[in-house]
């Protein structure tokens, strides 16, 4: 058995009994010593309640139909309602049918909406430390900044913080590593990034700031035009497969491997009212699907960009890595901007030391399990 079929397989086992338990009308206590099929066969022996029907307005940061992350959205209301029962709707509203795509987190805060999908790092002019739980350059990747949420005390972090806003997170998917971007004219020395401007958002927004750039935020629809027209001359998006479907490569020929998100974290929050008032099986439920959505969202992407690096490298695009002196100038930037950040925000400086202690934690591990891993299947 493959991992992605454990993986997927075991979430929907998962599903299954939770929906034979939140129709358990006679409240009858389940025996966890039991075999899981013998859980079942006595949870489906029961009579099963409806529930009051309930829907939930979410919107997201996404055009309709959008590979990966929208589609994925939709496979989470999917699961969502036939885990319910039907007694769950998840009603998706894609970016601009109700709120504009970066204003889900002030409408879903105050009440406006009841949820949303998007990504933690638009949010850290409400607070810097909001931007962290997407990632940071340099810093975790997708399985180890899922590992520090889930079991290093970054969702309380983060749950801590949302709550001030009226807004409870949870997990929504991971990009994966994503590209360092498209630009229209080769980087070829720390000097070639000055005076650009560049869609490039979070902290690694305020990295390349630091190196003369200057950043720009965009929504999804927004950025082919600008980078198009040359309101923009080099836009960071994802990775190979979303990017290839945006179309960056007819207007900027030359595609950079990236350090600036190795592993970014997309949230899928509810205002916090919203949450409480729903019952614990449809929060289970929620939490299951979004624990599903989670993976399959990760996997997605990275099976995505393979067949979609070979379309790039059809198209006579090279693959580019930036120069030494911009990833040295870089990295201190990145130094800088998180002390003196850590010096300004008290959140922030308790966020980011969780999570370079994790990170040193699981480099330590990484080097001697992964990492030789990875160098001796090269032999």
């Known amino acids: 058995m493959n991992r992605r079929t454990f993986i997927t397989g075991g979430v929907t086992a998962s599903m299954a009994l939770l929906l034979n338990g939140c129709h358990n009308s006679n409240r009858q206590a389940i025996d966890y010593s039991k075999h899981p099929s013998q859980i079942a066969e006595t949870s489906s022996a029961t009579n099963s309640v409806k529930q009051k029907k309930v829907t939930i307005r979410l919107a997201t940061s996404w055009p309709a139909g959008f590979p990966i992350m929208g589609t994925g959205v939709e496979h989470f209301a999917e699961r969502v309602k036939a885990a319910s029962g039907g007694s769950l709707i998840i009603k998706i509203y894609p970016k601009e049918t109700l709120v504009p795509a970066l204003a889900v987190f002030d409408a879903a805060s105050a009440g406006e909406i009841d949820a949303f999908h998007s990504g933690p790092y638009y949010w850290k002019g409400k607070n810097s430390a909001f931007a962290l739980f997407s990632g940071t350059p340099f810093g975790l990747t997708s399985e180890e900044i899922n590992s520090w949420m889930l079991f290093g005390g970054g969702m ?224």
């Open 156 to 379: 309380e972090f983060w749950r801590e913080m949302y709550a001030k806003h009226n807004l409870y997170p949870l997990l929504g998917g991971n990009t994966n590593v994503q590209m360092g971007g498209w630009f229209r004219k080769p980087i070829r020395s720390l000097a070639d990034l000055k005076g650009i401007k560049m869609r490039v958002p979070g902290i690694g927004g305020e990295v390349f700031s630091r190196l003369g750039v200057n950043p720009v935020l965009l929504a999804a629809g927004e950025i082919y035009p600008a980078l198009e027209r040359g309101m923009i001359d080099a836009t960071e998006w994802v990775g190979p497969a979303l990017d290839l479907q945006m179309g960056f490569h007819k207007v900027a020929k030359y595609y950079y491997a990236g350090w600036h998100e190795p592993g970014s974290v997309l949230e899928l929050t509810f205002n916090k009212n919203v949450w409480e008032s729903l019952s614990p099986e449809h929060q289970a439920i929620l939490q299951i699907a979004s624990d599903e959505m989670n993976t399959r969202m990760s996997l997605e992407f990275h099976a995505k960009n393979l067949n979609a690096l070979q379309e790039i490298k059809k198209l006579g695009i090279a693959i580019q890595t930036f120069p030494n002196d911009v990833n040295h100038a870089a990295y201190q930037a990145l130094q800088e901007y998180l002390k003196s950040e850590s010096a300004a925000n008290d959140d922030f400086k308790r966020v980011y030391e969780s999570m370079e202690s994790y990170l040193q934690k699981s480099r330590a591990w990484s080097n001697i399990g992964l990492g030789a891993f990875l160098n001796t299947r090269e032999v």
